[in-house]
């Protein structure tokens, strides 16, 4: 039973024979179900009654065709009708731009005709179960998810395309099937067969007459038409009366026999006098005429036939250049080809499992295509083609490419996708003048570093590829940086709002890399790989979620000293004022080459056990942190000789301070250090102690064992005496003791012949003398002060010590050393002082404000090096022109039709270079197959075909043709006769002002290549002719800068008009001859390019 309630209408199952009445009656209905009856048509006016409707279901009915206002369903998103009788769907359909569903399975369609690209939200197509031989190559753009192709008896895609699953069959749409369009639409440009004007054309079957009178009729205007044009088009209507009727035929340049059912190629087709193109494609043809050897045949056409062999007469053709044999059943070609002097071979959909060994004799070729078939390896000696510039493998069964490939050095165009190769050809990265390159869904997971060298590649294309990352979103951002990241003659290089997940450690080849721009990313950590890259000066990551501690060096220090961060061969990292809890463990990169490590000014409250494997460090500066006492793990680094940790909270030194044997600095100020242990006195090489600032009361006897100390700072605590062991400390140059409580100083320390600073300021001595200054920079000054203290300290009254109690066996002088060099002492002593002043210079350091972080390099796109070699790729030898071509203005001369004029070497070849472009320069895929979710509307892999583009020497041959088509036949007067064009040229003079436009509109018939269509009448600049235009022309004086003689410039015109013979009374058309005007015209009958009265 109908169900109808709010937006919807069920009626399945019912065995309705019509749509009922209520559909119509329907509000706002937007879901309408009527599956599963025995409906045959829908009736007129009712989709645009129900324009809301969003789902639609009328499958499993009896169907036969659906009407053209289904197109007024905008809103329809889903749309069912498998299991109909329809034999094709309308072209209403493909207007349904909101549709994202198409079921059509299980119906008898046959073939897919419209603007289906603009079906930009197509998600799902069934149309399985039919009875299609052709998927269109529109379909391969839509932004499919699902397709649906089987139980289609003779669909003409390969099998080993249907294998290999959707993404094989969509690629396949996109580039072999777009290819085959292309030609054809090319082919399809001829002009209209002599006769035929205003009828409707031929294009398909259906078009056909079914009154065998009228296509014999038909048959009859077309040769007729080719006895004049020299092109024969037998599309649809090639009987076998047709082919009876071709000896009738004294020259034939063109022959188009397509779409015929023919299964043989006959002789009389194949031997046509002076045939130069032949176009039999789409027929059954299973053999072809034996012992022809066409003198003049430049471009065959033979694709998609029955063809499993061909003769090896063809093999003696001298200027056979183009074979189009796609989609056959060869297996291997006869010995004889290769022989021919072939530039262009299409041998794709075939049954080749090897590529045949006449292909490798062919020295000229140019372009091979072998697609599609079940090749298993390509032979080594394909690499003595090396005229190659194009290669399409793609769709085979290869595992691997023979090195010797490398020798193909002009290869410009590579196709291997949809071949197991599993890795990435080596041999692929040596040819080095590659400007496109296929490798879709070829099971690869790696790039390697020689991919670098393909410097001139345009495209690049790995679909499929299990890209680890950060490649992965390289390639889905552009794929051509998957090269510039491994290209070593960049010195700059922008990576910049990529999406980058992490660093591409793949930039550290990039030797010459002098400036990176990776800002607007998403890296969160850089990698040591970093800071291998030495050249590196410039670097921008702003804008990147940067943790610990990359964030706080690159805001205080800028990004460059990133690099040394993450050097791990730096022998200082500085990470001062960066605020850090703990040491980030990103620092053990560096265990085995830092040697000085700077982290004052942060928040450090120890230090980790794994800094011990720090084997080199020798300087560590802690200042300014939240300390309680030295981290244990200083005593296990080997090689420490100065610690700072000024400003910290220190309360006690460790009683094994004395195992820092190497140590030569302790900077510990501004702690709250009460005594030193007993062990310092093992410190022999200390040669600076600071410890001001803190809360000593005295100094143990033990320090004097310190024997290499230039500096001892003690200034700011409690002492209130010296011990007389400093007088051991005989190369002790700075002695700091201000600020304490001394009341007296030991005499010993007038001995010390190195010093020559002392501070004893703000003390308590009893001086005679308050004004008497106690610090003293020199040594006379020095030896002035002590004196003076060493005197006020004998009135020091008895019951306070003037020394400290002296352990005499501390106390006691150490054996005398062997006396050393003057020349040893004097280098002592220099390297003591500079130990000394860089330890102030580190403690400076720490104490410097927080400046503004340096801005980033702006600015840095990628450049290569100036010198860095380009490759090139060489061009044809001279010797690959298109022989054809020359062969046919050898023989063209002789034509009676053609007038006789000089420079025949401009004369182009009709139409063969619009079949020339079609094979060799395609036009990019249809821009209606967009990705919606791209917002510059590309598609979202753009398979631009690069791969029919790029090989430059047939394209440009046949886009000069094309430039200066020069048509002879529209060139010479059309009441000339034959022969006679040229004969008594005439000057060209201004024509006289035409009285305007024809009364009737005249037939319009398609211009030869290159010819543009011009209105009556001629633009404003072309006037009148002068009153002496007569004389002129009787004269035979042609006027100044006129065109040549016998012909009036006349310029291209606007679009939408057609040349049109002949012009009305007073109008002057190009190329009619001058002086006189063109007198006025009998009632003309056009006969291909001649005209008659």
Same mark, same amino acid.
């Given at each position: 039973?109908?169900?109808?309630?709010?937006?919807?209408?069920?009626?399945?199952?019912?065995?309705?024979?019509?749509?009922?009445?209520?559909?119509?009656?329907?509000?706002?209905?937007?879901?309408?179900?009527?599956?599963?009856?025995?409906?045959?048509?829908?009736?007129?006016?009712?989709?645009?009654?129900? /324009?809301?409707?969003?789902?639609?279901?009328?499958?499993?009915?009896?169907?036969?065709?659906?009407?053209?206002?289904?197109?007024?369903?905008?809103?329809?998103?889903?749309?069912?009708?498998?299991?109909?009788?329809?034999?094709?769907?309308?072209?209403?359909?493909?207007?349904?731009?909101?549709?994202?569903?198409?079921?059509?399975?299980?119906?008898?369609?046959?073939?897919?005709?419209?603007?289906?690209?603009?079906?930009?939200?197509?998600?799902?197509?069934?149309?399985?179960?039919?009875?299609?031989?052709?998927?269109?190559?529109?379909?391969?753009?839509?932004?499919?998810?699902?397709?649906?192709?089987?139980?289609?008896?003779?669909?003409?895609?390969?099998?080993?395309?249907?294998?290999?699953?959707?993404?094989?069959?969509?690629?396949?749409?996109?580039?072999?099937?777009?290819?085959?369009?292309?030609?054809?639409?090319?082919?399809?440009?001829?002009?209209?067969?002599?006769?035929?004007?205003?009828?409707?054309?031929?294009?398909?079957?259906?078009?056909?007459?079914?009154?065998?009178?009228?296509?014999?009729?038909?048959?009859?205007?077309?040769?007729?038409?080719?006895?004049?044009?020299?092109?024969?088009?037998?599309?649809?209507?090639?009987?076998?009366?047709?082919?009876?009727?071709?000896?009738?035929?004294?020259?034939?340049?063109?022959?188009?026999?397509?779409?015929?059912?023919?299964?043989?190629?006959?002789?009389?087709?194949?031997?046509?006098?002076?045939?130069?193109?032949?176009?039999?494609?789409?027929?059954?043809?299973?053999?072809?005429?034996?012992?022809?050897?066409?003198?003049?045949?430049?471009?065959?056409?033979?694709?998609?036939?029955?063809?499993?062999?061909?003769?090896?007469?063809?093999?003696?053709?001298?200027?056979?250049?183009?074979?189009?044999?796609?989609?056959?059943?060869?297996?291997?070609?006869?010995?004889?080809?290769?022989?021919?002097?072939?530039?262009?071979?299409?041998?794709?959909?075939?049954?080749?499992?090897?590529?045949?060994?006449?292909?490798?004799?062919?020295?000229?070729?140019?372009?091979?295509?072998?697609?599609?078939?079940?090749?298993?390896?390509?032979?080594?000696?394909?690499?003595?083609?090396?005229?190659?510039?194009?290669?399409?493998?793609?769709?085979?069964?290869?595992?691997?490419?023979?090195?010797?490939?490398? /020798?193909?050095?002009?290869?410009n165009a590579l196709n291997v996708s949809f071949n197991p190769l599993k890795?990435?050809?080596?041999?692929?990265?040596?040819?080095?003048?590659?400007?496109?390159?296929?490798?879709?869904?070829?099971?690869?997971?790696?790039?390697?570093?020689?991919?670098?060298?393909?410097?001139?590649?345009?495209?690049?294309?790995?679909?499929?590829?299990?890209?680890?990352?950060?490649?992965?979103?390289?390639?889905?951002?552009?794929?051509?940086?998957?090269?510039?990241?491994?290209?070593?003659?960049?010195?700059?290089?922008?990576?910049?709002?990529?999406?980058?997940?992490?660093?591409?450690?793949?930039?550290?080849?990039?030797?010459?890399?002098?400036?990176?721009?990776?800002?607007?990313?998403?890296?969160?950590?850089?990698?040591?790989?970093?800071?291998?890259?030495?050249?590196?000066?410039?670097?921008?990551?702003?804008g990147n979620p940067l943790r610990t501690p990359f964030k706080e060096v690159?805001?205080?220090?800028?990004?460059?000293?990133?690099?040394?961060?993450?050097?791990?061969?730096?022998?200082?990292?500085?990470?001062?004022?960066?605020?850090?809890? /703990?040491?980030?463990?990103?620092?053990?990169?560096?265990?085995?080459?830092?040697?000085?490590?700077?982290?004052?000014?942060?928040?450090?409250?120890?230090l980790p056990p794994w800094l011990s494997t720090f084997s080199e460090l020798?300087?560590?500066?802690?200042?300014?942190?939240?300390?309680?006492?030295?981290?244990?793990?200083?005593?296990?680094?080997?090689?420490?000789?100065?610690?700072?940790?000024?400003?910290?909270?220190?309360?006690?030194?460790?009683?094994?301070?004395?195992?820092?044997?190497?140590?030569?600095?302790?900077?510990?100020?501004?702690?709250?250090?009460?005594?030193?242990?007993?062990?310092?006195?093992?410190?022999?090489?200390?040669?600076?102690?600071?410890?001001?600032?803190?809360?000593?009361? /005295?100094?143990?006897?033990?320090?004097?064992?310190?024997?290499?100390?230039?500096?001892?700072?003690?200034?700011?605590?409690?002492?209130?005496?010296?011990?007389?062991?400093?007088?051991?400390?005989?190369?002790?140059?700075?002695?700091?003791?201000?600020?304490?409580?001394?009341?007296?100083?030991?005499?010993?320390?007038?001995?010390?012949?190195?010093?020559?600073?002392?501070?004893?300021?703000?003390?308590?001595?009893?001086?005679?003398?308050?004004?008497?200054?106690?610090?003293?920079?020199?040594?006379?000054?020095?030896?002035?002060?002590?004196?003076?203290?060493?005197?006020?300290?004998?009135?020091?009254?008895?019951?306070?010590?003037?020394?400290?109690?002296?352990?005499?066996?501390?106390?006691?002088?150490?054996?005398?050393?062997?006396?050393?060099?003057?020349?040893?002492?004097?280098?002592?002593?220099?390297?003591?002082?500079?130990?000394?002043?860089?330890?102030?210079?580190?403690?400076?350091?720490?104490?410097?404000?927080?400046?503004?972080?340096?801005?980033?390099?702006?600015?840095?796109?990628?450049?290569?090096?100036?010198?860095?070699?380009?490759?090139?790729?060489?061009?044809?030898?001279?010797?690959?022109?298109?022989?054809?071509?020359?062969?046919?203005?050898?023989?063209?001369?002789?034509?009676?039709?053609?007038?006789?004029?000089?420079?025949?070497?401009?004369?182009?070849?009709?139409?063969?270079?619009?079949?020339?472009?079609?094979?060799?320069?395609?036009?990019?895929?249809?821009?209606?197959?967009?990705?919606?979710?791209?917002?510059?509307?590309?598609?979202?892999?753009?398979?631009?075909?690069?791969?029919?583009?790029?090989?430059?020497?047939?394209?440009?041959?046949?886009?000069?043709?094309?430039?200066?088509?020069?048509?002879?036949?529209?060139?010479?007067?059309?009441?000339?006769?034959?022969?006679?064009?040229?004969?008594?040229?005439?000057?060209?003079?201004?024509?006289?002002?035409?009285?305007?436009?024809?009364?009737?509109?005249?037939?319009?018939?398609?211009?030869?290549?290159?010819?543009?269509?011009?209105?009556?009448?001629?633009?404003?600049?072309?006037?009148?002719?002068?009153?002496?235009?007569?004389?002129?022309?009787?004269?035979?004086?042609?006027?100044?800068?006129?065109?040549?003689?016998?012909?009036?410039?006349?310029?291209?015109?606007?679009?939408?008009?057609?040349?049109?013979?002949?012009?009305?009374?007073?109008?002057?058309?190009?190329?009619?001859?001058?002086?006189?005007?063109?007198?006025?015209?009998?009632?003309?009958?056009?006969?291909?390019?001649?005209?008659?009265?």
């Amino acid at each position: 039973m109908a169900e109808s309630k709010d937006g919807e209408f069920v009626a399945t199952g019912e065995k309705l024979s019509s749509v009922p009445d209520k559909v119509a009656e329907s509000k706002n209905l937007r879901r309408l179900d009527l599956s599963d009856n025995e409906i045959t048509a829908i009736p007129a006016g009712l989709f645009p009654k129900i /324009q809301g409707i969003v789902k639609l279901h009328l499958g499993s009915n009896s169907l036969s065709f659906l009407p053209e206002d289904l197109g007024s369903l905008q809103s329809l998103q889903y749309l069912n009708v498998e299991k109909n009788k329809l034999m094709a769907l309308p072209s209403a359909v493909w207007t349904l731009l909101a549709l994202q569903e198409l079921h059509a399975g299980h119906n008898q369609i046959t073939e897919l005709k419209g603007d289906i690209f603009n079906l930009t939200n197509l998600k799902v197509l069934d149309i399985s179960h039919n009875n299609i031989e052709i998927v269109p190559a529109d379909v391969g753009w839509l932004p499919l998810s699902e397709l649906k192709l089987e139980g289609n008896p003779n669909l003409r895609i390969p099998k080993i395309v249907m294998e290999r699953g959707f993404r094989a069959i969509m690629s396949y749409l996109q580039v072999i099937c777009e290819q085959h369009r292309l030609v054809e639409q090319h082919l399809d440009k001829f002009a209209t067969p002599p006769g035929e004007t205003g009828a409707a054309p031929i294009t398909t079957r259906e078009d056909v007459p079914k009154d065998p009178k009228e296509v014999a009729a038909i048959v009859g205007k077309r040769i007729e038409g080719a006895a004049s044009t020299g092109v024969l088009d037998l599309r649809y209507v090639g009987t076998s009366d047709a082919v009876e009727r071709l000896a009738e035929l004294s020259v034939a340049y063109v022959a188009d026999v397509r779409h015929n059912g023919w299964t043989s190629m006959p002789k009389s087709v194949l031997g046509l006098p002076q045939l130069v193109v032949l176009n039999a494609s789409d027929n059954h043809i299973a053999e072809v005429a034996e012992d022809v050897q066409p003198g003049h045949l430049g471009v065959l056409n033979l694709s998609f036939n029955n063809l499993s062999k061909l003769p090896s007469a063809l093999g003696g053709s001298p200027v056979l250049q183009q074979m189009y044999l796609a989609n056959n059943f060869l297996t291997d070609l006869p010995p004889s080809f290769a022989k021919l002097p072939m530039v262009d071979l299409f041998l794709s959909e075939n049954q080749f499992t090897t590529i045949p060994k006449a292909v490798m004799g062919m020295s000229q070729l140019a372009k091979l295509s072998i697609a599609c078939c079940r090749l298993r390896e390509v032979p080594a000696e394909l690499a003595s083609v090396t005229t190659l510039r194009f290669l399409d493998i793609s769709f085979n069964e290869l595992t691997t490419l023979p090195p010797s490939l490398s /020798q193909l050095s002009g290869l410009n165009a590579l196709n291997v996708s949809f071949n197991p190769l599993k890795v990435f050809p080596k041999v692929v990265a040596s040819l080095v003048n590659l400007l496109e390159l296929n490798l879709d869904y070829t099971d690869m997971s790696e790039v390697p570093p020689e991919v670098g060298n393909l410097r001139r590649l345009e495209g690049l294309q790995i679909e499929g590829a299990a890209l680890p990352s950060p490649l992965d979103v390289l390639y889905a951002a552009n794929p051509l940086l998957l090269v510039q990241i491994h290209n070593t003659s960049l010195t700059s290089l922008d990576l910049s709002g990529l999406g980058l997940p992490c660093f591409p450690k793949q930039l550290t080849r990039l030797s010459g890399l002098t400036a990176l721009n990776l800002a607007k990313n998403k890296i969160a950590e850089l990698p040591p790989e970093l800071g291998q890259m030495s050249g590196l000066t410039a670097l921008n990551v702003t804008g990147n979620p940067l943790r610990t501690p990359f964030k706080e060096v690159a805001e205080v220090y800028g990004d460059a000293a990133l690099i040394d961060l993450c050097n791990a061969k730096a022998d200082k990292v500085d990470l001062t004022n960066c605020g850090l809890q /703990q040491l980030p463990e990103e620092m053990k990169i560096h265990a085995r080459a830092l040697q000085q490590l700077k982290l004052a000014n942060n928040k450090l409250s120890g230090l980790p056990p794994w800094l011990s494997t720090f084997s080199e460090l020798n300087t560590l500066v802690l200042d300014n942190n939240g300390l309680s006492e030295l981290p244990e793990v200083m005593l296990q680094l080997p090689k420490i000789a100065i610690i700072m940790a000024s400003n910290n909270a220190i309360k006690a030194l460790p009683e094994n301070l004395g195992s820092y044997v190497h140590l030569q600095a302790l900077v510990l100020q501004g702690n709250k250090i009460a005594a030193l242990p007993a062990s310092v006195g093992r410190l022999s090489e200390l040669k600076a102690l600071s410890l001001a600032s803190n809360k000593l009361v /005295q100094l143990p006897d033990i320090i004097g064992a310190c024997v290499s100390l230039r500096l001892l700072d003690v200034s700011n605590n409690q002492l209130r005496s010296l011990p007389r062991a400093l007088g051991r400390l005989t190369r002790l140059k700075t002695l700091k003791a201000a600020s304490n409580q001394l009341r007296t100083v030991p005499q010993d320390l007038l001995g010390l012949p190195a010093l020559s600073e002392v501070f004893f300021a703000s003390n308590q001595f009893q001086l005679k003398d308050p004004r008497v200054e106690l610090n003293a920079s020199t040594p006379a000054g020095v030896k002035a002060v002590l004196t003076v203290l060493v005197e006020a300290s004998k009135s020091v009254p008895s019951d306070e010590p003037r020394t400290s109690t002296v352990n005499p066996t501390a106390a006691a002088a150490p054996p005398k050393a062997a006396e050393k060099p003057a020349a040893e002492k004097q280098d002592e002593t220099k390297a003591a002082d500079q130990l000394v002043a860089a330890v102030g210079a580190l403690h400076q350091d720490a104490q410097r404000p927080v400046t503004p972080r340096p801005p980033a390099p702006e600015n840095i796109t990628t450049q290569e090096h100036p010198d860095a070699p380009k490759p090139e790729a060489p061009h044809l030898a001279d010797n690959s022109k298109w022989l054809y071509i020359q062969k046919h203005l050898d023989t063209i001369a002789q034509d009676p039709l053609r007038p006789k004029k000089s420079g025949w070497d401009s004369i182009p070849l009709m139409h063969v270079p619009r079949i020339i472009a079609a094979i060799s320069n395609p036009p990019p895929p249809p821009a209606a197959a967009a990705d919606p979710e791209k917002p510059n509307g590309m598609p979202k892999r753009p398979q631009t075909l690069h791969r029919f583009k790029r090989v430059v020497e047939q394209s440009n041959m046949a886009m000069q043709l094309l430039n200066r088509v020069n048509d002879a036949l529209q060139q010479r007067p059309n009441n000339a006769a034959p022969g006679a064009a040229a004969s008594s040229p005439s000057p060209v003079v201004t024509p006289p002002q035409p009285v305007g436009p024809p009364a009737q509109p005249m037939p319009m018939y398609m211009p030869p290549p290159g010819y543009y269509p011009y209105p009556y009448p001629p633009p404003p600049a072309y006037g009148p002719p002068p009153a002496d235009a007569a004389a002129a022309g009787a004269s035979g004086a042609a006027l100044p800068g006129a065109p040549p003689p016998g012909y009036y410039a006349y310029p291209p015109p606007p679009p939408g008009y057609y040349p049109y013979p002949p012009p009305p009374p007073g109008a002057y058309p190009y190329p009619y001859p001058y002086p006189q005007p063109q007198a006025p015209a009998q009632p003309t009958k056009k006969i291909g390019n001649k005209l008659k009265k």
